[in-house]
């Protein structure tokens, strides 16, 4: 969570989402886009422990 919140695009890329990295990348080189990049990346984390808890539920 905390590598979400500090290195936004390299929480995207250690999870196997390249694209969404550099996206994500490009965001954070602007000061402003800071702030809108890590709340991205922890809402896709939170997103992606949420499919899992449901998929794992489904079983």
């Known amino acids: ?3 979400a ?4 695009w390299l929480s995207f890329i250690l999870r196997g989402k390249i694209i969404q990295g550099v996206i994500c ?4 080189i602007t000061l402003i886009g800071w ?3 890590a709340i991205w990346a922890v809402a896709s984390l939170l997103d992606g422990r949420n ?9």
């Open 25 to 28: 990348l490009i965001l954070q």
């Open 35 to 37: 702030l809108p990049a």
């Open 51 to 59: 499919k899992a808890r449901i998929k794992e539920l489904n079983r």
């Open 5 to 8: 919140v500090l290195l936004p």
């Open 1 to 3: 969570m905390i590598l």
